[in-house]
């Protein structure tokens, strides 16, 4: 959350635009909030994961205009087939793109019921937690085969970065406006101080890892064990979706982090309700 641009950072910036506006202003609100979705992904160098959210937000921004209700998971696999279709390598080479597509059908699919198990009050630790866990479910095989190792302090240091991104995001805006007005003391007077709260978040997971037991060495782990831990990974999203027909539950798209990596704190939970994101 901190070097890598996600659906939450998008999220944050459509949803303050379309709270501003949607009431009294619908298509300035849409029209706006599809320019920021456009330039943001630009601006942020259309990575995979970039690009699946600001596709997805789109696509919901204008099911919600239209007075529509998309799909999650129909939506997910049609973003990520046409992806594929545009860039056949991603499906294979592209780590990004990977990681983008499960940790968000993780958090689409097991975020709430991980989220009943966890207790409900703080609002915001159930939340953060919640999305943490379904993320890292999702994707700790992919994680393992790639990269030799599962980080046991993920949920912790999510804990801990989550609610300041709003605001490290607020003053970065801040910070790029006043850099153009006042070039010369924009860095000292607010840039240096997000410098600073960076470090400081650094330094904090640099102590979280030095951990005895912050991560789980997995070494050349075989294909065939990653196959087995996402058929059961399938399986069991199968049978909570399952569960949730025969008990007659509404699909749950609260947990739309348009990331995804999401990624969804309390904020992101409250926007998309107001928004019907």
Known sequence: HIVAVSGYNLTILVG??????TKNWRWG???????????FV??????????????????????????KRLNLVVCMAIVAVGMVGLQPASL??????????????????????ISRVLPA????LNDILSVTLAAQLATAGLVAYTFGQIS?????????????IPFLMLLGFVASVAGIII???????????????????????????????????????PLQTISIYYLAVIVSMLAI??????????????????????????????LSKENSL
């Open 121 to 124: 009050k703080p609002v915001i």
């Open 92 to 113: 294979l080479s592209d780590i990004g793109w990977q990681l983008s597509f499960l940790s968000l059908f993780g958090i689409t699919l097991l975020a709430p019921k």
């Open 241 to 270: 979706r399952a569960e949730n027909k025969a008990l007659s539950e509404p699909e749950n798209n609260d947990t739309i982090e348009i990331e995804a990596g999401m990624h969804a704190t309390h904020q992101l939970q409250t």
């Open 16 to 21: 303050f635009l379309q709270r501003r506006f």
């Open 42 to 67: 630009i601006i942020a160098g259309a990575s995979a994961s970039i690009m699946r959210a600001g596709i997805m937000s789109a696509l919901f921004l204008l099911a919600n205009y239209y007075g």
């Open 29 to 39: 609100g849409l029209a706006g909030s599809l320019w920021i979705i456009l330039g």
């Open 183 to 221: 070039p010369n003391s924009a860095y000292m007077i607010i840039g240096r101080p997000i410098s600073w709260i960076i470090l400081l978040q650094f330094d904090l997971f640099k102590y979280l890892a030095s951990w005895k037991f912050s991560n789980v060495q997995l070494k050349n782990i």
């Open 152 to 164: 046991l302090v993920a949920p912790l240091s999510n804990l801990l970065i989550m609610p300041f």
